[in-house]
């Protein structure tokens, strides 16, 4: 099954009272139920651009995976270290 059916995913970040700009990061993948944040570090040279390159490649890489292993229909036990473990079962 297809998440996107089932599952809405929204995101907001702040940059609270500090900083003048937010350096967070967020990226989903509705149809594998994934969602990541990665905090921008504020403070530190381009941490907007760090938590972005963050979250674009665990997404992709995780997505990846999870489109690579519905095929072959895997089922791991949730503690296990494998990233088809991270996967839903369609």
Same mark, same amino acid.
């Given at each position: 099954?297809? /998440?996107?059916?089932? /599952?809405?995913?929204?995101? %907001? ?11 967070? %990061? ?7 139920? /994934?969602?990541? /944040?990665?905090?921008?570090m ?21 997505s ?15 503690? %296990? ?10």
């Amino acid at each position: 099954m297809n /998440l996107t059916e089932v /599952l809405e995913i929204s995101s %907001s970040t702040d940059p609270g009272m500090v900083r003048s700009h937010n350096e967070d %990061s967020v990226a989903a993948d509705a149809a594998n139920g /994934l969602v990541v /944040l990665a905090d921008g570090m504020g403070g530190y040279n381009a941490g907007e651009v760090a938590s972005g390159m963050a979250t674009t490649v665990i997404i992709t890489e995780i997505s990846s995976r999870c489109s690579r292993s519905s095929r072959t229909r895997s089922i791991r036990s949730p503690a %296990s270290r494998s990233p088809r473990a991270w996967c839903a079962i369609r």
